[in-house]
């Protein structure tokens, strides 16, 4: 696949504080990124940067086809409240000139909503400005969509139409990039993984890997997870955020019918195990692990 | 570009902020008229045999420093000053500059988008004031000689004299264009710092400030008087004992100078700045 997005050694500073550090990232046609990260982590200034509003220290951004533009979906909706949703459309293709009326109406349909409603954009739900601004952002046919919390507002019809325009714009060929704190979310839509924090990209997971050895269990109690650790031994087992019974993913590549046949004689009762996908929350819970009370 | 213009144009004008356009110039018409009637009944005009008509309420709104200062060019400053503060504010400004080819353009288009809508503001203010003035005054087609050949006491209180002969309606064109262009100037001084500043609230107070200082620090100090554009393009027609008057050349080259200025600034801060 050919690489659209090639970024270098990217940094950027303000008042002596770094929000990014190293950044190196690419991007190929048709691929979907997810950016997860904790609040402040340097998401969106990455995305600024390589849409330009921001200008980096150091480091490069390349485009390889800069002519065909970037698609830009911001955190929280920029419209023109006064005028419809059309217009705005308008407004905005006037300035590259590329989208004419009939591909602005087509960029509306897709997204659900119609050309000809004249409805003031001031009027709009948060859903419709939602996926108003999904249309400004793909009217222009951009090789690169750059989406900051795009499933904001959207209610659940709202983001499985999203996944799917998603989809079929990346066998299209075009590069997404999606920044966003639901993880369950990026681990549907995206096939890679980037995880910042603290202005560093501290992992990069393919979420589309079939090597996987993982094994999500949860046991009866605290005891029994006692027991599990020792069997499995710290660094192999993961614990996750449970509301009822300890739950944890174990790092295995013993077959599950295996792994069975070993703990049910030490005594340990299980509630529930089966083959694990890539667990993105897991993984971020480790790459964002608490540090003397704070995030790291 | 042309497009970019055209879109921060109806961006600025097309708020319902701007409806209040309509009673600030109607006030200061209806202000301005009730003093010159005020004048009019008063024996000394009588006794002249002078005559007003709706040229001296258009004129004498326009030439009112007072009016023209706080009202006019403030809510002007009002009305534009969020320009780019706005655009930050809303996101906006990530949709628009991803779209130029590069950030000269964005911030051409807006300077231009703010001398559009001054030249919007000050027609859509002298039509406003036309027909006010109408409602009071009687319509003639040339100034009346109140305004051409005004009492010598009159001269004295700093008001303007028209040279008999002169077309009112160009006159008037003369004037919008001027003002448009002044105004605007004035405008781009809040706006080229609101891209450092980005405080809603505080940007509008530094012309406010200004106008404040220049009004109690009245004196021949041209450059500290960009407001008050009557003395400056009119001076010719101008009497004035606190202000010396510039000619219509040198004043359109100062304002020129001030307005290039502002945009090399705003470029030069834009090149460093980040969304």
């Not at chain 1, 919390?149 to 714009?169: A, H, K, M, S, V």
């Not at chain 1, 703990?263 to 993984?283: D, M, T």
Request: proline share 5%; hydrophobic share 50%.
């Amino acid at each position: 696949m050919k690489e659209i997005l090639k970024i270098r050694s990217l940094k950027k500073i303000v008042r002596r504080k770094p929000i990014l550090r190293d950044i190196n990232l690419t991007l190929s046609e048709g691929e979907i990124l997810g950016l997860i990260g904790p609040n402040g982590a340097g998401k969106t200034t990455l995305l600024k940067i390589i849409s330009g509003s921001i200008t980096a220290t150091a480091g490069s951004v390349q485009l390889a086809e800069p002519e065909s533009g970037i698609g830009v979906l911001p955190e929280t909706p920029a419209l023109l409240p006064s005028l419809s949703g059309f217009q705005n459309l308008q407004l905005l293709a006037s300035i590259r000139r590329k989208a004419r009326e009939q591909e602005i109406r087509e960029a509306m349909k897709t997204v659900g909503l119609d050309p000809a409603n004249r409805k003031a954009v001031g009027n709009y739900s948060l859903g419709m400005k939602q996926r108003l601004m999904l249309a400004q952002a793909i009217m222009e046919k951009p090789k690169l969509l750059l989406l900051d919390e795009p499933t904001n507002g959207l209610d659940p019809l709202g983001i499985i139409d999203l996944r799917q325009l998603l989809f079929r714009l990346a066998s299209q060929g075009v590069g997404i990039i999606i920044a966003s704190h639901l993880l369950h979310e990026i681990e549907l839509m995206c096939h890679r993984v980037a995880i910042i924090s603290n202005g560093s990209i501290v992992r990069e997971v393919n979420l589309q890997s079939s090597e996987q050895h993982l094994i999500e269990i949860s046991v009866n109690s605290r005891s029994d997870w006692d027991k599990l650790v020792r069997w499995a031994g710290k660094d192999n087992l993961r614990p996750l955020p449970s509301k009822d019974f300890p739950r944890g993913i174990l790092n295995s590549e013993l077959p599950v019918s295996r792994v069975l046949a070993e703990l049910l004689p030490a005594g340990i009762a299980i509630e529930s195990i089966q083959r694990a996908a890539i667990n993105l929350e897991a993984i971020f819970l480790e790459c964002s692990q608490l540090k003397d009370g704070v995030y790291r | 570009m042309i497009g970019l213009w055209w879109m921060e144009t109806i961006k600025l004008v097309f708020r319902k902020r701007w409806l209040a356009v309509f009673p600030a110039f109607a006030l200061v018409a209806f202000l301005n008229i009730d003093y010159l009637l005020g004048y009019q009944l008063n024996y000394q005009i009588q006794n002249y045999h002078l005559h007003l008509n709706i040229w001296d309420g258009v004129i004498g709104t326009f030439f009112n420093y007072l009016y023209f200062r706080f009202v006019i060019l403030l809510l002007f400053v009002f009305l534009v000053t969020d320009s780019v503060i706005g655009d930050i504010a809303s996101n906006w400004v990530w949709l628009t500059l991803n779209r130029c080819s590069n950030r000269y353009q964005w911030w051409t288009a807006k300077v231009a988008s703010v001398f559009t809508a001054g030249l919007i503001y000050t027609l859509l203010g002298m039509v406003i004031v036309f027909f006010v003035s109408l409602l009071s005054l009687p319509y003639e087609t040339s100034f009346s000689r109140f305004a051409t050949n005004p009492p010598s006491f009159f001269i004295t209180l700093g008001t303007y004299v028209i040279p008999p002969g002169t077309n009112p309606f160009v006159f008037c064109a003369k004037l919008v264009l001027y003002t448009a262009f002044a105004i605007s100037i004035f405008a781009l001084i809040p706006v080229t710092l609101s891209l450092i500043l980005r405080k809603a609230y505080l940007v509008p107070m530094i012309p406010f400030g200004w106008l404040i200082l220049s009004h109690f620090l009245n004196s021949n100090r041209t450059y500290f008087q960009i407001d008050i554009v009557p003395r400056l393009v009119y001076g010719a027609y101008f009497y004035s004992q606190v202000a010396r008057p510039l000619s219509f050349s040198i004043s359109l080259l100062y304002l020129s100078i001030v307005g290039i200025a502002l945009w090399f600034l705003g470029a030069y801060i834009l090149s460093r700045t980040d969304f």
